[in-house]
């Protein structure tokens, strides 16, 4: 009796394992099979991806040469402003400031012209007299 249970247990054993080993023999193939479809498939992603890579370099050495040149007509844009304005700033800064000295002075001799009104500045709905808000010139300066 002892020795038909040891075989029947062992059948079954045996019977397992079988099932277990078709099982994995199964899985073995789909994995070879999943294995080969995917390196099918990466090799032309791997050239696609390599062609991105170069063409996008490609496109980087042009965006460094384009920005080299616009560094350098920058500092030829600067170097110019600064010829520009020491050429004729000092020039322009002293005929503005003699025209403006001589409105003033010619301004100023103008007495027998009548003042008119003093301005009144709105604030909210309301009028402040020029008295109260400083005497201001016409750009908005305390005199």
């Known amino acids: 009796m002892a020795?038909?249970?040891?075989a029947v247990f062992w059948a079954i054993l045996v019977s397992f394992l079988a099932v277990a080993l078709a099982r994995l023999a199964q899985t073995l193939k789909a994995t070879t099979k999943l294995v080969a479809d995917v390196t099918d498939q990466a090799v032309p992603l791997l050239a696609d991806a390599s062609a991105a890579v170069r063409s996008a370099q490609t496109q980087i050495d042009r965006v460094?040469?384009?920005a080299s040149d616009v560094q350098e007509v920058t500092?030829?844009?600067s170097a110019l402003s600064t010829t520009v304005a020491s050429t004729f700033g000092g020039p322009l800064v002293k005929v503005a400031a003699f025209g403006y000295g001589v409105r003033r002075a010619l301004g100023g001799r103008k007495e027998d012209v009548p003042a008119g009104a003093p301005r009144r500045t709105v604030?909210?709905?309301?009028?402040v007299p020029a008295a109260r808000r400083g005497k201001r010139n016409s750009r908005g300066k305390k005199d």
Do not use: K
Not at 123 to 127: E, K, L, P, Y
């Open 3 to 6: 020795g038909i249970l040891v």
């Open 75 to 77: 500092s030829n844009a």
């Open 64 to 66: 460094d040469a384009i």
């Open 123 to 127: 604030i909210v709905g309301r009028t």
